[in-house]
């Protein structure tokens, strides 16, 4: 009989949000908490999740505005990293995730490493995937509209400019920019993603998540720190073909890190629709040497 492992697609309520999460292995297993990017949600980890549910358990919720979680209108939320961040902390704390590794992938590292220098003492381990903590990296031609807006917030003009990055054509690179067999990605993924990034009201959403992502390199020397100060065990699985999060970004990781295993892979900025087995067989290895013994 062949042996299946069951997703389990679950909300809970934090404040008066309803946060959407999947999960999936033994409740009293090591935790591993999944965290997305844009302009995804936790769909992205839908084939990474029962790959790993045998041994951890694995959870991964939707951000205020993303995947199946609520949607309230940027006039009545707030949509800053810092909020995201907050109400991710209040959902590990519902689900008693007291200690858990991290998977961060782009917005996932703003929000992971908030979590982490907030409770140090949680974190078993980290994963990195095309997920910035150094101003390495964000000196190309994709960040130079986001920074612009970021020096006139008041701007429409810039801040309409950057509508081009929420249509279907600039989602559906994202997933195949920088792959050498597009091929292997399924269009379910971009499909869906621009689904919901096409709600009424969700362009504002996003807009202003794109300003707010300029709160986030003046928080790098903090999390730089926390990397020298705690040295939690740290596995790089980055996309080098990533045009957003070009390898440049993955490279300082190996300043500040003592237990660092460093893996560029031939894929783009959503490696796991293309080297998602690969990645599931590095973190198997690496969580059973670091996290299993630790937690």
Do not use: C
């Not at 067999?181 to 794109?210: A, C, H, M």
């Amino acid at each position: 009989m062949i042996q299946t492992t069951k997703v389990a697609h679950r909300t809970v309520k934090v404040g008066d949000l309803d946060i959407f999460y999947r999960e999936a292995g033994p409740q009293d297993a090591p935790a591993v908490l999944l965290l997305h990017g844009f302009p995804t949600s936790s769909q992205m980890f839908r084939n990474l999740l029962p790959a790993l549910a045998d041994r951890y358990r694995v959870v991964a919720p939707d951000y205020p505005g993303f995947g199946h979680s609520s949607m309230p209108l940027h006039d009545k939320f707030s949509y800053t990293f810092d909020n995201l961040a907050k109400v991710i902390d209040e959902f590990t704390e519902q689900l008693g995730l007291t200690k858990h590794a991290l998977y961060v992938q782009d917005y996932g590292a703003p929000v992971g490493y908030r979590l982490a220098v907030r409770h140090p003492e949680r974190i078993t381990a980290i994963v990195v995937q095309n997920g910035n903590a150094y101003d390495e990296g964000l000196d190309n031609d994709f960040w130079q509209p986001l920074k612009a807006y970021w020096a006139e917030p008041t701007n429409l003009e810039k801040r309409n400019a950057l509508r081009a990055f929420l249509n279907v054509d600039a989602t559906r690179w994202q997933y195949t920019h920088g792959v050498p067999r597009p091929e292997l990605v399924s269009p379910d993924g971009w499909t869906t993603d621009q689904y919901l990034l096409d709600r009424k009201g969700n362009d504002e959403i996003q807009l202003d998540l794109f300003l707010s992502y300029g709160s986030n390199p003046p928080r790098y020397p903090e999390w730089q720190e926390y990397f020298r100060k705690r040295q939690p065990p740290t596995l790089i699985v980055w996309g080098k073909n990533d045009q957003i999060f070009p390898a440049a970004g993955a490279e300082p990781y190996k300043r500040d890190l003592k237990t660092l295993e460093f893996h560029l892979l031939d894929a783009g900025h959503f490696a796991l629709e293309s080297d998602g087995d690969q990645i599931a067989r590095l973190m198997r290895d690496f969580l059973g040497r670091h996290v299993a013994a630790t937690t």
